[in-house]
């Protein structure tokens, strides 16, 4: 199995930015896209970022193009994300997660294409 630990998540006032880590382990972390999602409380989980096994391709939802960008270190089993410009409606818990699939723009927006997730870290976006 393959095991993802987030970390970097804390309070910033808006326009402020943050950088997410996820540690993995357990498998070649390489042999996996790696996705960024994130859930408010009451809300459903939304895909924010993906990133193709090799560092290929990126996909980002709408809501963060141009603010964030996700990035991987394979040496260091580890994927990044940056966030810039940060709003209110950023405030979620985030949550990385690691998949088998080939990802598609039809598959890489639905988080059941993603089999392992972290605990998530909180990151919260308030005056």
């Known amino acids: 199995q393959v095991q993802l630990v987030e970390s970097g998540g804390g309070l910033v006032q808006p326009g402020g930015s943050l950088r997410l880590s996820c540690a993995a382990s357990?498998?070649?972390?390489?042999?996996?896209?790696m996705g960024w999602f994130r859930q408010a409380p009451g809300k459903e989980r939304e895909f924010v970022a993906a990133?193709?096994?090799?560092?290929?391709?990126?996909y980002y939802a709408d809501s963060v193009k141009g603010r964030f960008t996700i990035s991987r270190d394979n040496a260091k089993n580890t994927v990044y994300l940056q966030m810039n410009s940060l709003k209110p409606e950023d405030t979620a818990v985030y949550y990385c997660a690691a998949g088998q699939l080939l990802l598609s723009g039809s598959n890489v927006r639905s988080f059941g294409t993603y089999d392992y997730w972290g605990q998530g870290t909180q990151v919260t976006v308030s005056s």
């Open positions: 990133i193709t096994g090799r560092g290929g391709a990126t």
């Open positions: 357990g498998r070649t972390a390489s042999s996996y896209a």
